[in-house]
């Protein structure tokens, strides 16, 4: 018989799964991934998506089945979308900070101003002296923003709280 | 409560409501990507293509809630109903103006910021009342909205604001669009024939307290902008969470439906 696998070994190779637009950081370091189900050949697992109407979820569901599939002994793999808990950027990991700066987002702040307002620094030069050009960017989650430090545009996370 | 401890009258009163939300979503996202490529600058096309995009993503939530109840999946939903059969709001069906996309749309910039804004500020009142809700898969739902309803309230309070504050012309217009925005409220917080089923079980808040609360948020924001205070007063007239629709939501039904129609399992 089979021995189950470990659930270290699906968490490495899910570390593989990258957001489809930011190859820098996974859906582990983004803090989707809400809970891991592993039976002999089957993994389950429920996914939090982070925007509702974020496209790129498809794409997601596809890559992590790929993702467990290759695994030894693992005949069917179920991805499933939940909304309990809700997805706030407060689940974003350390590590998911520096990729996304790596990648030139400013990661979303860890808190906010009492107006709601948020502090942002710039990815590039780490500058504080930045403006929100609009709070919606190219994709649902980002917030396109200007340094005047370093004359560099870039794009910052947008915080989401339940508060 | 879950989906399996329903009876049938309260498995129909929370269709209704799921409906109602849903369909208000899908027909105000369609009305605002009507707006790309022709929103007043770039930023405003991304910023009105960002929301459009979150609100359809708001629709499917709650169509897909509708589905685990029983219903078709969020596709049939949002593309095989017809006009009489949807539960929108009348004021979200309405156009954005004259012409149409596809020849020279005159579309009104001014109508369309205080209907999202009157629209938006209603949503975000209705999912702070569903974050009470007796019934369980409805809560998360609603405090996720929540969170990106926060940026697009945002964005369409300071476009109202500072349109109302600004040139003659500007404050002419505003008054105009704010004059027809209200000859439609009167079924945007509104529950249609389910009110009492659906108040009475706690699947959401009263709709008479929601629109008090939402008069009283309103109130103070148009009389500051120097708005007489009677603009507000609305009536209902007919009502969409009924299924009474204008020629305006056939046309769109019959235009976002137009691929669904003609190859229903296609994949876009």
């Known amino acids: 018989m089979t021995a189950i696998i470990e659930k270290n070994t699906v968490l490495e190779q899910l570390q593989r799964v990258k957001d489809p637009e930011i190859d820098t950081v996974s859906i582990i370091d983004l803090g989707m991934v809400e809970r891991i189900d592993i039976s002999v050949t089957t993994i389950e697992i429920e996914v939090l998506p982070t925007f509702l109407g974020c496209p790129a979820l498809p794409i997601i569901q596809k890559e992590i089945e790929l993702a467990l599939l290759s695994l030894p002994g693992i005949l069917s793999v179920m991805v499933r979308f939940v909304h309990t808990p809700p997805w706030t950027s407060d689940r974003i990991t350390q590590k998911g900070h520096e990729g996304l700066r790596a990648f030139g987002i400013a990661p979303p702040p860890l808190f906010l101003e009492a107006d709601g307002t948020w502090h942002i620094d710039c990815p590039y030069c780490m500058s504080t002296y930045v403006t929100i050009e609009n709070l919606f960017g190219p994709t649902a989650c980002r917030s396109i923003v200007y340094c005047k430090s370093c004359k560099n545009p870039f794009e910052a996370m947008k915080p989401v709280s339940t508060l | ?268």
């Open chain 2, 1 to 268: 409560m879950s989906e399996h401890e329903l009876s049938d009258v309260e498995r129909e009163a929370l269709t209704e409501l799921l409906l109602q939300l849903g369909d208000d979503d899908f027909i105000y996202a369609f009305r605002g990507a009507e707006w790309l490529g022709l929103a007043p600058h770039i930023e405003e096309d991304v910023a009105s293509a960002s929301i459009s995009q979150n609100s359809m993503g708001h629709a499917v939530m709650f169509y897909e809630l509708a589905g685990t109840l029983g219903l078709s999946e969020a596709n049939v939903l949002a593309h095989g109903r017809e006009a009489n059969e949807r539960k929108n709001s009348i004021l979200l069906e309405r156009v954005n103006g004259e012409g149409s996309y596809m020849g020279t749309p005159t579309f009104d910039w001014a109508y369309t910021v205080v209907r999202n804004y009157f629209y938006t500020l209603a949503k975000k009142l209705k999912m702070d009342a569903l974050q009470l809700s007796t019934y369980g898969p409805l809560v998360d739902v609603a405090k996720k909205v929540n969170m990106e309803l926060h940026y697009h309230l945002l964005h369409w309070r300071t476009w109202f604001i500072q349109l109302s504050q600004s040139t003659d012309e500007a404050k002419t217009r505003m008054t105009l669009a704010i004059k027809k925005v209200m000859q439609d409220f009167g079924d945007l917080i509104h529950y249609g024939d389910w009110t009492v089923e659906i108040e009475k079980k706690g699947y959401s808040a009263s709709a008479k307290q929601l629109e008090q609360i939402w008069l009283s948020m309103m109130n103070p924001i148009v009389t500051s902008l120097g708005f007489d205070e009677t603009i507000l007063e609305y009536e209902l007239k007919q009502n969409g969470r009924n299924g009474q629709h204008t020629e305006d939501l056939h046309l769109a039904i019959a235009t976002f439906s137009e691929v669904y129609q003609t190859d229903p399992v296609a994949t876009w």
